[in-house]
């Protein structure tokens, strides 16, 4: 009995002094795929527990009542960690080494990487799966497969999807899933992959405001562009020297406010707007507010419609001078309501007024016989309520449905017409001109040593000619539209 104790402690002085248990394993295995580790230990007398550990946490536990040296353990692969294993024989517990089992995932890269380019530029998206071969891909869009009628166009081959002038349509959240066959159809997914794509910057603009203010006046410059991407810096410069500056990352536009006096040359102003790719001025803006003075002109143009009958009287109120001009109505001495609608119907029962371009014009619809009176406009600066007003004369302005008269339409008929044949003699006379200068010439040549006559004469001619013809034949189609 003394020697089987004796022995049984001389046992356990072996196993506690012995080699710690070993873990093996893959360092790495697919999202999903089930995973085989192996715990071996020294030999120990039963029962031996075996446990495998992710950090601290118990993922699976073994227990041997025979003499077995290892434990096998089959995880599902989900995540990335640190694993090891414990062998417990009766009060005497060892530990392994560790593994870190790394997860294989679907990957999906671009070119260019980060997936941030402009229009017109190639984007190739590449999937690349844990597994080598028997593979199908499916691609996804902002969340949707792929398809033929997918818009934007997008046609994939395989693990690649390539679009070689991408637009602003093809901005979005990219995707793919690969089925592996040779797996029972085991699908890996990737991450999204988030595509940006800028648009290049137009050339900026710039205008300014101006208003009154507590104790003074203020003026603002707003510069924009009406394409183009944020990020991008704004700048300000007043006689070529940077005077504000502004990072835009949301909105493509931005207003810096400037000292301003009525009256005064405030400077030469321009906007610039700079991105990593693009460097762009504005126009020259001349920062110098005008006040409203001088005469007031008021001008009356008559719109008939297609069968000859008034559609419509439009009122132009021009004032001589003035950068910032408020303008008032007035219809038989009585002032018309500042809130007018923009631009009624042309084709309205009941007469209506309607105002556009900033208040300048005034349409007149609605027409009706014994219609129309005296108007008038009315002009002074918009950011003083005290300037004084200046008026224009009066106009007499008459609405009637009657359509225009055989003589009036005759009379129009005959000036196009005539106009149109005096073009034309025009033309044909300058071409006979040209033919026999061109024939002198060459009389010329064959008589004469002297230098000849450069041959780009008679083709500057014609296209003065050509020029003539254009523009004589816009002037007649424009004439044809208002009749006073």
């Known amino acids: ?22 873990l093996t394993g893959p360092g790495s295995a697919p999202m999903g795929s089930k995973a085989r580790l192996l715990c071996t230990a020294a030999a120990s ?69 980060p997936p941030v380019l402009y229009e017109g530029s190639r984007l ?11 593979l199908s891909y499916t691609w996804y869009f902002n969340r949707s497969v792929v398809t033929p009628q997918t818009a934007p166009p997008l046609r994939p081959v395989g693990g690649r999807l390539v679009v070689e002038r991408v637009t602003e349509q093809h901005a979005g959240r990219y995707s793919c899933v690969i089925t592996a066959r040779r797996t029972n159809n085991r699908t890996f997914s990737s991450r999204e992959l988030t595509v940006v794509v800028k648009a290049f910057l137009s050339q900026p603009r710039i205008s300014f405001s101006f208003s009154q203010a507590a104790g003074g006046y203020e003026g ?25 500056s502004h990072n835009a990352t949301a909105s493509m536009t931005v207003t810096f406010p400037v000292a301003m006096e009525p009256a005064q040359d405030m400077g030469a102003a321009r906007c610039r707007v700079k991105t990593d790719v693009q460097d762009l001025w504005s126009e020259t803006q001349p920062l110098v507010v005008v006040p409203v003075g001088g005469h007031v002109e008021l001008e009356v143009e008559y719109l008939y419609g297609a069968d000859s009958k008034m559609a419509a009287a439009q009122l132009h109120c021009r004032p001589s001078r003035g950068t910032f ?49 005296s108007y008038r406009c009315r002009v002074r600066d918009s950011f003083n309520d005290s300037a004084p007003w200046f008026e224009s004369p009066a106009v007499l302005v008459r609405l009637t449905a009657a359509a225009l008269t055989t003589i009036e339409i005759i009379s129009i008929s005959f000036c196009c017409f005539l106009l149109l044949v005096l073009v034309a003699g025009g033309v044909f006379v300058m071409l006979r001109l040209g033919d026999r ?44 539209i208002p009749v006073q």
């Not at 190739?124 to 028997?134: H, Q, R």
């Not at 083709?459 to 189609?477: E, I, K, P």
């Open 220 to 244: 603002a410059v707003t510069c924009w562009t009406s394409t183009g991407s944020p990020p991008a810096s704004f700048s300000l410069s007043l006689d070529g020297e940077e005077v504000a």
């Open 325 to 373: 001009p408020s303008f008032s109505w007035l219809l038989n001495g009585a002032g018309l309501p500042a809130d007018l609608l923009p631009a009624p119907p042309l084709h309205d029962a009941a007469p209506r007024y309607g105002l556009v371009d900033g208040g300048r014009s005034l349409v007149l619809t609605g027409v009706a016989p014994g219609g129309g009176g």
């Open 124 to 134: 190739l998206l590449s999937c690349e799966a844990p597994v080598e071969s028997g």
């Open 437 to 480: 200068r061109r024939a002198t010439s060459r009389r010329a040549s064959t008589t004469h040593s002297g230098p000849r006559l450069p041959a780009a004469l008679p083709s500057l001619t014609a296209q003065r000619t050509r020029a003539g013809v254009g523009y004589d034949a816009h002037r007649q189609t424009l004439q044809l």
């Open 45 to 113: 007398p039963a029962p031996v527990t075996y446990q495998l550990m992710m950090s601290r946490r118990v993922v699976a536990t073994v227990t041997r009542h025979q003499e077995n040296l290892t434990a096998e353990f089959v995880i599902t692969v989900t995540k990335e960690g640190s694993y090891h294993c414990t062998v417990t024989a009766g009060k005497n517990t060892t530990t392994s080494n560790s593994i870190r089992l790394q997860v294989m995932r679907t990957r999906l890269t671009s070119d260019p990487n």
């Open 1 to 22: 009995m003394k020697i089987l104790q004796i022995y049984s402690f001389l046992l356990v002085l072996d196993c506690a002094g012995s080699a710690p248990p070993v």
